[in-house]
């Protein structure tokens, strides 16, 4: 069955730093990978989209890297600000279908 | 816009009893997702909409469960019995619909206890 697989443990950095963020998967070959921010009592809000054709994606101080030969996506925060703290949700979804499936989210945690 | 918006916030009910959560989707959307969300199991998909039909429904949990879109601005989803593994955040989701491509814009989630 699809896996999808997030560091359950909670990722630890100091401000100013880079935050990574990995997400793998399995027995799935999606066409389009999503990063998700959800903040405690709130749903989740879109951040970032790449396709299966794109190696790298950037948005102000966001960065995705998505490799299917690895199965994986990389998920960078450069010059990480407490405001960062947060988990953080990869998405996968294929060509054909509407439905994403959710890994299950790593926790950010960014001291000042 | 003032984005999905989802009620109650929070329910606390007792097992056995019908539970209904609601959900008004961004104006123009024309898909709407239903999710559940737990510690365990994640954020799963339990159904989904295209111009208020239902289209996919194999994330239902059990015949307990039932969602309704009665029309592009409105819809349930309904819980009968209750129990308490059905405890949770539920999230309604909506978007324009571009398969796989287009983002989902989440409401801020109805959490469920059922003592």
């Known amino acids: 069955s699809q896996k999808i697989e997030q560091n359950s443990e909670a990722l630890n950095i100091q401000e100013g730093k880079t935050a990574t963020l990995t997400c793998n998967y399995t027995?799935?070959?999606?066409?389009?990978l999503q990063w998700y921010r959800q903040d405690p009592g709130r749903g989740p809000v879109f951040l970032l989209l790449i396709r299966e054709n794109e190696k790298e994606k950037r948005k102000e101080r966001l960065k995705v890297t998505f490799d299917t030969t690895l199965k994986q996506s990389l998920f960078h925060i450069t010059a990480s600000q407490p405001a960062d703290s947060a988990t953080y949700l990869c998405a996968l979804s294929s060509d054909s279908s509407y439905k994403l499936i959710f890994g299950s989210g790593t926790r950010l945690l960014v001291r000042p | 816009d003032a984005g999905v918006i989802q009620s109650p916030r929070h329910e606390v009910t007792e097992m056995g009893q019908e539970v209904t959560l609601r959900c008004k989707p961004i104006?123009?959307?024309?898909?709407l997702f239903w999710y559940r969300q737990t510690m365990m199991r994640g954020l799963e998909l339990l159904i989904y909409?295209?111009?208020?039909?239902?289209?996919?429904d194999s994330g239902m949990p059990e015949d307990r469960f039932s969602a309704k879109m009665p029309n592009a601005s409105f819809s349930t989803l309904k819980i009968q019995p209750s129990e308490p593994r059905d405890s949770a955040v539920y999230f309604c989701?909506?978007?324009?619909?571009?398969?796989?491509?287009?983002?989902?814009?989440f409401g801020p989630g109805t959490r469920l206890l059922v003592l």
């Open positions: 104006s123009g959307h024309d898909y």
């Open positions: 989701a909506s978007s324009t619909g571009l398969a796989g491509a287009e983002t989902q814009y």
């Open positions: 027995n799935y070959s999606p066409a389009y």
């Open positions: 909409f295209n111009n208020n039909v239902p289209i996919d």
